[in-house]
Each structure stands twice: as structure tokens, then as C-alpha cells.
């Protein structure tokens, strides 16, 4: 059963090794040639050692950039995990605002229906106002008048019971 693996022969050392991968074969030889050139680089430094403890060193070199690189790579995830945190923060935040806006709308709403209702109540009560002052001011017209006709019939009495009396009769 082969599991579409692809085989590659690399070189590493001078010496030649079988790969074994799901990934492709370009992939498979950059990993090698990775491996190899950090070896060299290693042997380069002048220290002797076989290639046991070369390969051993190499790959604690490598383990140490992958641990490396994975610690950013998880404080790069965590940055880019905080914007869409905060875009959602604001986005909760904005729902809110509007649902007080709609709150508040509905409340300028009633609020102009009670104005209009008391503008409305006030109108009346002033025309009602008006016309007590109008109907004051007749009964007042009609108590002067009244005053006046009172003044006349007491002089037309006090004419009238002049005129009864005999002459030399006071």
C-alpha cells in the first residue's frame, strides 16, 4: 500500500539518505539541504567531533529555532487574535449603543405625544381662560350698568316722592 508518499534521495554530509514524505520533493530537499548547511556551519567552527555528536548538536540547534519561532508564532497569534477580539468588543459595544438608541427614539416619540397632548390641554384651558375673562368682563359691564339703573331708579323714587309731596312738605 503506498499512501502517496514520495521518496527523494538527499544528501547530507557527503553521505546519501532516503526520504519518506507526504510533502512534495522540492519540500523534502529544502528540509536536507537546511539540515545539511547547519551542519556545516557547525563543523566549521573549528571543534572536532564525529558526526554523531554533530548531528546530535545540529539538530538541538534547530530544535532550539523551532521552539524559538513557535513562541513567536504564538505571540503573533495571540496579536492577531486581539483586533478581532477587540472588533468584536466593539461590535457588541455598537449593539448596544443602538438598541439605546432605539430605547431613546421611543422615548422622544412619547415624549413629543405628551407635549402635543399638554400644548393641546393648554389650549384649551387658555380659550377657556378667555372666555371666563370675557364673561367677567360682561358681568361686570352688566353690575356697572345695573349700578347705573339702580341710581337712576332711586333718583326717579326720590323724584317721584318729591313730586307726591305737597308744596311746603319736605
Same mark, same amino acid.
Request: with cysteine; proline share 1%.
Given at each position: 500500500?503506498?499512501?502517496?508518499?514520495?521518496?527523494?534521495?538527499?544528501?547530507?554530509?557527503?553521505?546519501?539518505?532516503?526520504?519518506?514524505?507526504?510533502?512534495?520533493?522540492?519540500?523534502?530537499?529544502?528540509?536536507?539541504?537546511?539540515?545539511?548547511?547547519?551542519?556545516?556551519?557547525?563543523?566549521?567552527?573549528?571543534?572536532?567531533?564525529?558526526?554523531?555528536?554533530?548531528?546530535?548538536?545540529?539538530?538541538?540547534?534547530?530544535?532550539?529555532?523551532?521552539?524559538? &519561532?513557535?513562541?513567536?508564532?504564538?505571540?503573533?497569534?495571540?496579536?492577531?487574535?486581539?483586533?478581532?477580539?477587540?472588533?468584536?468588543?466593539?461590535?457588541?459595544?455598537?449593539?448596544?449603543?443602538?438598541?439605546?438608541?432605539?430605547? &431613546?427614539?421611543?422615548?422622544?416619540?412619547?415624549?413629543?405625544?405628551?407635549?402635543?397632548?399638554?400644548?393641546?390641554?393648554?389650549?384649551?384651558?387658555?380659550?377657556?381662560? &378667555?372666555?371666563?375673562?370675557?364673561?367677567?368682563?360682561?358681568?361686570?359691564?352688566?353690575?356697572?350698568?345695573?349700578?347705573?339703573?339702580?341710581?337712576?331708579?332711586?333718583?326717579?323714587?326720590?323724584?317721584?316722592?318729591?313730586?307726591?309731596?305737597?308744596?311746603?312738605?319736605?
Amino acid at each position: 500500500m503506498q499512501d502517496n508518499k514520495n521518496r527523494v534521495t538527499v544528501e547530507i554530509m557527503g553521505q546519501q539518505y532516503t526520504m519518506l514524505g507526504k510533502a512534495s520533493e522540492e519540500y523534502l530537499h529544502s528540509i536536507a539541504l537546511y539540515v545539511d548547511k547547519k551542519m556545516k556551519e557547525l563543523s566549521k567552527k573549528g571543534c572536532a567531533m564525529n558526526n554523531i555528536m554533530l548531528a546530535v548538536l545540529t539538530s538541538l540547534n534547530i530544535t532550539d529555532e523551532f521552539f524559538g &519561532l513557535k513562541q513567536e508564532l504564538e505571540i503573533v497569534k495571540k496579536q492577531a487574535a486581539k483586533p478581532g477580539k477587540e472588533l468584536e468588543d466593539t461590535r457588541y459595544q455598537f449593539r448596544k449603543v443602538r438598541e439605546e438608541a432605539v430605547r &431613546l427614539r421611543t422615548e422622544i416619540e412619547d415624549l413629543r405625544l405628551q407635549l402635543a397632548n399638554s400644548q393641546e390641554e393648554a389650549s384649551n384651558i387658555y380659550s377657556e381662560w &378667555l372666555k371666563a375673562q370675557e364673561e367677567l368682563k360682561e358681568a361686570k359691564d352688566l353690575i356697572e350698568r345695573l349700578g347705573e339703573q339702580k341710581k337712576e331708579l332711586e333718583l326717579q323714587i326720590e323724584a317721584a316722592g318729591d313730586y307726591n309731596k305737597a308744596p311746603g312738605q319736605k
